[in-house]
């Protein structure tokens, strides 16, 4: 796994953070560097996933889908298959047992889909920690389920109704709690960005995926596989892929970002890519952000709400200057496509997020021969996805199905009401 120079990955990454909360920043940082190398807290950490998160996420081969693509072999990473049907959990798992460490009873974070504000307050519940969810009131009303059983399961869930209300305010309100808060408090952050030393330590915890495709693959291929894609949103998904091959130069490494509706500004969130990105300082740290012609951040777009992000790992802006990782996009055409052809040839619902990496990978694979190997990272499940992809399919069916709930609903309120 990649290490830092003093938090900078080239010219990326750094912290740039408001005086007070350094000491809490340097605290995490020296407890991670001396905990890193230490086998019995990776092994910890390994048990706590087995334990809670059903660790090992297999390792599945698309026979089907591969043969009817014509090129190479693709299998799935089932990220998918954690408790709370996506990634984040890894990360969040580690992150308590640092919090552990620390002493600290509290934690805070902020969500936008709610994916990452759920799995933190599963992490809270299962370790006794307070947690504090902070999410722009927008957000709420989109992804109420979320917010639903993040109170069920004791987190409480703050609503932010600044701006937009949505992910920018309430890192915000996150970050300026946390100032308030430091001596007590550890900030979750989510993915593989942020000030140092977040990208480096989300990308160790995210590591364990990587781990586990290097060992699948010599036992179910009998070698590495040929290339590794995943979706690109923070980067800590794709970071936790790649982590443990970024030495074996004979495996390509191939990130996909959210190419959305078109190349136009505001129409996609490709920051890697296609020159969109310019380096810049913002929310604690320097990458490539979305930026308008007066410098400011950039409005962006996916169709997968956790794609939909103006930054990117510090990490993955140095790999891909650097040649290491491939940058591609697909289009929210090609991902709708890509996930109708997966669930009707292998049974598998992907998150949206997570068709991003198929719709890479199965155009990679169609180029490849049928004796090479393709890992996709699924990193999440499409459950949480039901009403975007019944708008993206407007069948009669479903639209109606869609009007029947919203009626049915709002008859349910209206009548909890006393109406
Ligand atoms: C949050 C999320 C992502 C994007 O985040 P990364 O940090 O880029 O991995 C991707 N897939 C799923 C299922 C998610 O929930």
């Given at each position: 796994?990649?290490?830092?120079?003093?938090?900078?990955?080239?010219e990326?990454?750094?912290?740039?953070?408001?005086?007070?909360?350094?000491?809490?920043l340097?605290?995490?940082?020296?407890?991670?560097?001396?905990l890193?190398?230490?086998?019995?807290?990776w092994q910890?950490?390994v048990?706590?996933?087995?334990?809670?998160?059903?660790?090992?996420?297999?390792?599945?081969?698309?026979r089907?889908?591969?043969?009817?693509?014509g090129?190479?072999?693709i299998?799935?990473?089932?990220?998918d298959l954690?408790h709370?049907?996506?990634?984040?959990?890894?990360?969040?798992?580690g992150?308590?047992?640092?919090?552990q460490?620390?002493?600290?009873?509290?934690?805070?974070?902020?969500?936008?889909?709610?994916?990452?504000?759920?799995?933190t307050?599963?992490?809270?519940?299962?370790?006794?920690?307070e947690?504090?969810?902070?999410?722009g009131?927008?957000?709420?009303?989109?992804?109420?389920?979320n917010?639903f059983?993040?109170?069920?399961?004791?987190s409480?869930v703050v609503g932010?109704?600044?701006g937009?209300?949505?992910?920018?305010?309430?890192?915000?309100?996150?970050l300026?709690d946390w100032?308030?808060?430091?001596?007590?408090?550890?900030?979750?952050l989510?993915?593989a960005?942020?000030?140092?030393?977040?990208?480096e330590?989300?990308?160790?915890?995210?590591?364990?995926?990587?781990?586990?495709i290097?060992?699948?693959?010599?036992?179910?291929?009998g070698r590495?596989p040929d290339e590794?894609?995943?979706?690109?949103?923070?980067?800590?998904n794709?970071?936790?892929?790649f982590?443990?091959?970024?030495?074996?130069?004979e495996v390509?490494?191939?990130?996909?970002?959210?190419?959305?509706?078109?190349?136009?500004?505001?129409?996609?969130?490709?920051?890697?890519?296609q020159?969109?990105?310019?380096?810049?300082?913002?929310?604690?740290?320097?990458?490539?952000?979305?930026?308008?012609?007066?410098?400011?951040?950039?409005?962006?777009?996916?169709?997968?709400?956790?794609l939909?992000y103006?930054?990117v790992?510090?990490?993955?802006?140095?790999l891909?200057?650097q040649?290491?990782?491939?940058?591609?996009?697909?289009?929210?055409?090609?991902?709708?496509?890509?996930f109708?052809?997966?669930m009707?040839?292998?049974?598998?619902i992907?998150?949206?997020e997570?068709?991003?990496?198929?719709?890479?990978g199965?155009?990679?694979?169609?180029?490849?021969?049928?004796?090479?190997?393709?890992?996709?990272n699924?990193?999440g499940?499409?459950?949480?996805?039901?009403?975007?992809?019944?708008?993206?399919?407007p069948?009669?069916?479903?639209?109606?199905f869609?009007?029947?709930?919203?009626?049915?609903?709002?008859?349910?309120?209206?009548?909890?009401r006393?109406?």
């Open positions: 796994m990649i290490r830092s120079d003093n938090g900078y990955f080239g990326f990454g750094g912290r740039f953070v408001p005086e007070i909360l350094l000491p809490a340097t605290e995490l940082e020296d407890l991670f560097f001396g890193r190398d230490d086998p019995a807290f910890e950490f048990t706590l996933c087995q334990e809670f998160s059903g660790r090992p996420t297999p390792l599945t081969p698309l089907r889908l591969s043969k009817q693509l090129g190479a072999q299998w799935l990473k089932r990220e954690n709370s049907g996506a990634h984040k959990v890894n990360n969040v798992l992150q308590g047992l640092l919090v460490r620390m002493g600290k009873q509290r934690v805070i974070a902020e969500t936008g889909a709610g994916q990452h504000g759920l799995a307050a599963i992490m809270a519940a299962r370790l006794g920690l947690a504090t969810i902070y999410m009131a927008e957000d709420i009303e989109r992804q109420y389920s917010v059983w993040m109170r069920q399961l004791g409480s932010v109704t600044t937009a209300q949505t992910l920018k305010e309430a890192l915000d309100e996150a300026r100032a308030a808060s430091v001596e007590t408090t550890h900030y979750v989510g993915t960005c942020g000030p140092a030393p977040f990208p330590l989300v990308s160790y915890f995210q590591s364990i995926i990587s781990d586990e290097k060992e699948q693959s010599q036992r179910q291929m590495l590794i894609v995943a979706c690109v949103g923070g980067g800590s794709a970071m936790g892929a982590g443990a091959f970024l030495d074996d130069h390509a490494l191939v990130g996909v970002e959210a190419g959305g509706l078109s190349l136009e500004d505001g129409k996609h969130s490709i920051r890697l890519s020159n969109t990105g310019e380096t810049g300082i913002a929310q604690g740290y320097k990458t490539l952000f979305l930026q308008n012609d007066d410098g400011q951040l950039g409005d962006t777009h996916s169709i997968a709400a956790g939909d103006v930054g790992s510090p990490i993955l802006a140095y891909s200057q040649g290491r990782v491939i940058p591609e996009s697909a289009t929210d055409d090609e991902v709708t496509e890509a109708s052809l997966l009707k040839t292998e049974g598998i992907p998150a949206l997570s068709a991003h990496g198929l719709a890479g199965f155009k990679r694979a169609k180029q490849m021969k049928p004796e090479q190997n393709v890992v996709i699924l990193s499940r499409g459950d949480k996805d039901i009403f975007t992809v019944a708008r993206a399919f069948q009669r069916e479903w639209t109606e869609l009007q029947r709930e919203a009626v049915r609903s709002t008859e349910a309120l209206a009548k909890k006393g109406h």
